[in-house]
């Protein structure tokens, strides 16, 4: 972090803006912190000669036609041999708690901690370590095919700092001519000349020894999977590059040598093939079971097979006499693992005695326990000390759970989950406690697809376009080969006193398919939910009464889908060399299609249409539900990270319903979401429910709707050992997709328009609703996190920055007043959340 003098310091706090909003309690800290600042001065313990390294910098020049000039600068820049010293919550050299700990007769608590948790070693300048950083950088420029790079430093000294500057001239990067595959073993000479479409090393691609790396593995897994079982990278000499055939570009060969006691590599076929269904190293008895069934040799220890043969067999993909291939094994092995009934899992290779060109296959599975009983909790504390609503909510939930991994010897696996919990406000008189939830959840997973209706091959069977199907045959096979086909019901009650009880129970029958390590798809094709509420009188007069949408919402409802229920899909990345990873997750869900669509069909042809019900003041919802969130984190270093998420959904009635029912709407606030706001306390748009600005019902906040669009951030940094910190950022809002006249400026609009007493003539009487960029909510914050083992314990506090509604409005129907002065933040205004682990 680069200095700052003391007069600029005092400029900046002098100046009118800053005289506007600080006051003398302010004005107090900061002269303190200028002081302590000052006092901690690293140079003044340096040596005569000695330097900080105070910042590194890496230009690159004439390189107009570089390519991705700004990641190779990146690259480049983790070849530094010193880096300079990072500070302590932004403003403490880390290398002066270092240089102040140094005493040997100062050995008191505070400085060991300071040693441990919070001093660097100072980054003191080194030539030799600065001149090995440019042959860092120019040999790795050769390394990525720039082999008349140069690479020369400068450095600049002030008042005992020193900033570094490494220029580099990369020159012109050799293109790929041609390759030439060569191999004295004429089996693998004659494979490597029939996969050269598929090769890295593309004509007229710049030359990276990267490129070469990923060529390596690539035909060393197709050698694998071809017969070659011993066949490793080291087989293939370091690439031999000629750049004296023509300017810029450069003929590569790439050669395959043999095997240190022979002229050629030998191809494998697998032989016997020996499963061991209950594997223990340690036990002494004989097998009770030895059979052969299918030409698999099965052995067990138990008179009964731990799980059916036919489940087992149906995760093997190697069989007797075929070639060796790697990628079958890797099949194999994790075919066996998503079973989730074996705690270990191993397979080897054994030549066999008879045939040097057979191997044959041991498979040693251990079993997992059984039955298993955990238990987890939750806990979670928003306290708001706003003027207008205070709020403490404490809540804490316990969820036991029961797993059973073989429920009906088939690989079954059932889970049984049961949430409990309560929310109180310890400190309200008249309402101790506030809110009651308990859920039971069962899924079972059967580990085979289970295609009962045809639907997914008469998927794979139409035609879409000339050469292609309406579902992909890969993916179909992927289905068959992958999935667990899953069950599931549940029920779900919550109770919030004086105002309703709900019952929700749901049932649906689907699939899971983990297609690859870093993606998922969750498919249900039916569904049925049934939403039961029983309200209070006094919630009845006070909500439903006075708002037809909620009202409208929030009776007894039926959920069903009989051929499309909901698609989930995920993918969560690998961290890459940047330090970054991604998530991306959508989901879709419809509801009532096929109820409605025999209903309309029905009135079409009777004298007297109706619209179906399931009982008496119970009705079929129809609705689509959309979702999708992406996060994006960015480890900086060590100590320093970066993390955010954007969240989209958008709900809409069709057919008979007019609303979407209040269980499958969009909320904002709360720990998890909008931090300065309460959990459903903010929203629909610019809308302010009087009701939440009356103290009883300061934590009963309701406030939902059809469209959610929200945006989160953190600055994520250690403080000390365990303890770190964040700075937040929040904005978004919902909204409602219709008009709701008893909430005006719910609605999302993409312009601001008049709702009401538009025509009466009376200005004052005007309501506007602002377009949705206009209702963004913002707030900002800090985070206080402690990462202990398995739990984070979570402390953010948030500020509101900008309010979704204006303070007044001017003669036109314009806001104004929608930010917040910084200078008016205070803990009565804050937010706090308190929750287990991160929010995002």
Avoid at 72 to 96: G, I, M, S, V
Avoid at 115 to 140: C, G, N, Q
Avoid at 619 to 627: A, G, N, V
């Amino acid at each position: 972090m680069k200095s700052v003098s003391f007069n600029q310091i005092e400029k900046f706090f002098s100046s009118v803006t800053m005289k506007k909003y600080l006051t003398t309690k302010y004005s107090f800290i900061l002269i303190a912190l200028i002081v302590i600042l000052t006092s901690c001065n690293s140079t003044k313990f340096l040596q005569e000669n000695e330097y900080l390294i105070q910042n590194n910098q890496t230009v690159i020049k004439d390189a107009e036609k570089l390519q991705n000039k700004r990641t190779l600068r990146y690259e480049l820049t983790y070849l530094y041999k010193q880096k300079e010293n990072t500070n302590f919550l932004f403003f403490f050299p880390r290398e002066w708690f270092y240089f102040a700990t140094q005493d040997a007769k100062d050995t008191t608590s505070l400085d060991r901690l300071q040693k441990k948790y919070i001093a660097e070693v100072p980054s003191i300048y080194s030539d030799s370590l600065t001149r090995a950083t440019a042959d860092a950088m120019r040999y790795y420029l050769h390394h990525k095919g720039f082999y008349y790079a140069e690479v020369d430093f400068k450095t600049k000294t002030k008042k005992k700092k020193i900033n570094v500057t490494y220029e580099v001239t990369p020159g012109r990067q050799f293109l790929i001519d041609s390759v030439f595959y060569e191999s004295t073993d004429s089996e693998v000479d004659s494979i490597l000349n029939a996969i050269t479409e598929d090769t890295y090393l593309r004509q007229g691609v710049g030359f990276d020894l990267n490129l070469f790396e990923s060529e390596k593995t690539r035909v060393t897994n197709h050698l694998n999977n071809s017969g070659y079982a011993y066949f490793y990278p080291s087989y293939i000499d370091k690439m031999d590059v000629d750049t004296f055939q023509h300017e810029g570009k450069a003929n590569l060969y790439f050669r395959v040598l043999p095997p240190p006691e022979d002229s050629i590599h030998k191809q494998y076929r697998f032989g016997d093939i020996t499963i061991f269904t209950d594997y223990d190293p340690s036990a002494t008895t004989s097998p009770s079971i030895d059979t052969v069934i299918q030409g698999y040799r099965i052995i067990s220890m138990d008179e009964r097979f731990i799980v059916k043969p036919s489940i087992l067999l149906n995760s093997l993909f190697i069989e007797e006499g075929g070639v060796y291939q790697q990628k079958q094994l890797d099949q194999t092995n994790r075919q066996l693992s998503e079973l989730g009934i074996y705690r270990f899992i191993r397979i080897k290779e054994t030549a066999n005695p008879d045939d040097p060109e057979i191997l044959d296959i041991r498979i040693e599975l251990t079993p997992d326990l059984k039955m298993e009983i955990g238990w987890d909790f939750e806990v979670n504390y928003t306290n708001s000390n706003s003027s207008l609503t205070p709020s403490d909510l404490f809540g804490i939930s316990f969820k036991p759970n029961y797993k059973n991994r073989n429920l009906f010897h088939g690989a079954e696996l059932l889970n049984l989950d049961l949430n409990s919990g309560v929310e109180i406000s310890p400190f309200d008189s008249t309402r101790f406690w506030n809110t009651i939830d308990a859920s039971l959840q069962a899924d079972l997973y059967l580990p085979k697809f289970q295609d009962y209706f045809g639907f997914w091959k008469g998927l794979s069977n139409i035609p879409f376009g000339r050469k292609h199907k309406l579902l992909n045959p890969d993916f179909y096979n992927s289905l068959k080969e992958n999935s667990a086909t899953h069950l599931s019901a549940g029920y779900s009650f919550q109770f919030i006193l004086d105002w309703y009880r709900s019952n929700l129970f749901s049932a649906s029958y689907g699939y899971d398919l983990p297609r690859s390590p870093t993606q998922r798809y969750i498919f249900n094709h039916i569904g049925i939910d049934y939403f039961y509420p029983i309200t209070e009188q006094y919630f009845e007069d006070e909500i439903l009464a006075n708002n037809d949408f909620f009202r409208r919402s929030f009776g007894k409802q039926v959920f069903v889908s009989l051929l499309f229920k909901n698609l989930d899909y995920s993918f969560t990345s690998r961290q890459n060399r940047f330090g970054e990873s991604y998530f991306a997750g959508l989901s879709f869900e419809l509801a009532g299609m096929e109820v409605w669509g025999v209903n309309a069909l029905y009135n079409e042809f009777s004298l007297n249409p109706t619209i179906f019900k399931p009982g008496k003041n119970i009705e079929f919802s129809q609705y689509f539900r959309f979702e999708s969130e992406l996060h994006y984190q960015r480890k900086l270093n060590s100590r320093n990270a970066v993390a955010s998420r954007f969240n989209l959904g958008f709900a809409k009635a069709f057919g008979f319903t007019t609303d979407v029912p209040y269980v499958k709407q969009f909320s904002a606030g709360g720990a998890n979401s909008i931090r300065a706001w309460l959990p459903r306390g903010l929203g629909p748009g610019g809308f302010v429910d009087p009701l939440s600005l009356q103290k009883e019902n300061r934590n009963r906040l309701y406030q939902k709707g059809d469209i959610r669009l929200e945006f989160n951030a953190e600055y994520r940094f250690n403080v000390i050992g365990p303890m770190n910190m964040a700075i937040l950022f929040d904005m978004g809002n919902i909204w409602t997709s219709n008009l709701d006249t008893t909430r005006y400026g719910s609605k999302f609009l993409f312009s601001r328009k008049c709702v009401s007493g538009c025509d009466d003539g009376e200005p004052g009487n005007n309501i506007y609703n602002d377009a949705f960029y206009q209702q963004l909510a913002i707030g900002t914050g800090l985070g206080l996190r402690f990462d202990v083992s398995y739990f984070v314990f979570r402390l953010d506090m948030g500020l509101k920055l900008r309010n979704p509604y204006p303070a007044s409005r001017n003669a036109d129907g314009k806001g104004v007043g929608y930010w917040q002065s910084p200078g008016k933040w205070s803990f009565r205004e804050a937010t706090f959340n308190f929750g287990l682990g991160y929010p995002f």
